[in-house]
């Protein structure tokens, strides 16, 4: 079963509700992370199939996901380490595709897989 999250959704999720929980010890063990949203509607199908291999790799494990550890969070949705910044713009840029991004503070178990 393939379930799918609004950026909205993700915010609410991953961001806010660790802000409103326990705010002085999150702020403390929180990574800051950029939250990437891009659009590839405007790529003919074969440029995405080119796109995806980019970003996951062929064998699914080692694209540009794995060298800067982004967390794939939804079909378009990226979270990333804020030193990988200027390499996921230029990326995007080559691409030629449309973003937009956000700067988010991740509590570190999240980023484990820990117990929200």
């Known amino acids: 079963m393939l379930v799918y999250f609004t950026t909205k959704d993700l915010y609410t999720k991953y961001v806010k509700r660790f802000c409103m929980h326990d705010y002085e010890g999150f702020i403390k063990h ?9 659009s590839t509607k405007h790529l003919l199908k074969k440029d995405k199939v080119r796109f995806y291999y980019a970003l996951k790799g062929r064998d699914g494990k080692s ?5 800067m550890k982004i967390v794939h969070l ?6 990333i380490h804020e030193r990988y910044d200027e390499d996921i713009q230029q990326f995007m840029k080559v691409w030629n595709l449309p973003y937009t991004r956000r700067k988010a503070v991740v509590d570190e178990e999240l980023m484990r897989g820990g117990p929200p």
């Not at 990574?31 to 891009?38: G, P």
């Not at 694209?63 to 060298?67: A, E, F, P, Q, Y």
């Not at 939804?74 to 979270?79: A, D, E, P, S």
């Open 30 to 38: 929180g990574n800051r992370m950029l939250i990437y949203t891009y």
């Open 63 to 67: 694209g540009v996901v794995k060298s």
């Open 74 to 79: 939804g079909r378009t949705v990226l979270m």
